[in-house]
């Protein structure tokens, strides 16, 4: 995985891009479709043009911003904006992550390292999958991934 974390003005902007082994139509369904999301994030369903995430009494719909199959989806996340894109490459994708997300974000369960940290061990979720791999252990990459975006953020 290759990851980049830069701060522009107030937003900071989070960049990870992976190949896996799968084509594209694979790749997509895991990140972009019901069944998909099942896998990696329950949470979340689409819901004609909105994303829904659900948990625990909690509800939020997300504007889908951008959603064109096999290519790209991006949606609002709170006041964050999400987006996967894919490329193909051969019988391979490559997957391209990328958030924006206010340094001042932040509601009941996440602050924007927070948010960052979820998006990094999803997107390791999502690696594994596309390798035909089990689930990894999240409460372990979640310890992971918070001690290096502290290290990425500590100059911001």
Known sequence: MKINVQKELDTY????????????AETWNLLATDSGFVRW????RVEGDKLVFEIKGFC?????????????????WDSAIVSFTLSQLENRT????????????G???????????????????????????DLP???ILQEKWTLFLEEQ???Y
């Open 94 to 105: 490559l997957i391209s992550f990328e958030e924006r997300i206010p340094e001042d974000f």
């Open 137 to 139: 252990e999240r409460k």
């Open 13 to 24: 902007l989070l960049t990870i891009s992976y190949i896996v082994p799968a084509g594209l």
């Open 60 to 76: 939020e719909v997300m504007v889908l911003l951008d959603y064109r199959e096999n290519q790209k989806i991006a949606y609002t």
């Open 107 to 133: 509601n009941e369960f996440a602050n924007a390292q927070k948010d960052m940290t979820g998006w990094l061990v999803q997107n390791e979720c999502i690696q594994a999958l596309l390798h035909l791999e």
């Open 41 to 44: 994030f329950p949470q979340l």
């Open 153 to 155: 953020l500590k100059d």
